[in-house]
């Protein structure tokens, strides 16, 4: 009798899994609010685009902080991708960036000037207040509304004008 003897070497699995699907890319530019910054896709979702070739469960862990305030603000998602047997996909970076690019909305109603007023030089109207014309104002992103003031009047007692100019800002 023939004794045929077959050794089979069991080698690990060093492959990391292979991206199969397709990685959701970022956004810059964006006129949003800090509390409004995207989150990005789940672990899940960026496991969901790979495979392994044992067919082992992909892990997936994302890290990444938003950093800045309504002004301007960005964040970066880091995917580390590994199969059960520690072998690692290359990091996938997902980043969004943006701030509020919108002006504040007037939700009042902004006062109205006079002409002909019948009064002396140092009698003339001081206009609204910044506080007021701010007042007078929201902003999308809730924050503080700033107000410049700017005009100066001239001429005398006999014909005088003034023009106030208001900046707003958020």
Request: glycine share 8%; proline share 7%; hydrophobic share 30%.
């Amino acid at each position: 009798a023939t004794v045929v003897t077959k050794t089979f070497q069991v080698l690990p699995d060093t492959a990391p899994p292979s991206l199969t699907g397709t990685i959701p890319s970022g956004a810059t530019n964006q006129n949003l609010c800090f509390n409004a910054i995207p989150v990005g896709p789940t672990a899940a979702q960026i496991a969901a685009q790979y495979t392994d070739s044992c067919s082992g469960e992909i892990t997936v862990v994302k890290s990444g902080t938003p950093t800045g305030d309504d002004c301007t603000w960005s964040v970066t998602y880091n995917y580390t991708i590994a199969d059960k047997c520690n072998n690692f996909a290359t990091e996938v970076n997902i980043t969004y960036s943006g701030g509020d690019k919108t002006a504040p909305a007037l939700t009042g109603v902004v006062p109205s000037g006079a002409t002909n007023q019948d009064l002396c030089f140092n009698a003339i109207p001081a206009g609204p207040t910044e506080a007021e014309i701010a007042a007078l104002y929201t902003d999308n992103c809730g924050g503080a509304i700033t107000v410049v003031k700017s005009g100066t009047p001239s001429g005398d007692d006999c014909t005088w004008s003034v023009t106030y100019n208001y900046t707003i800002a958020d």
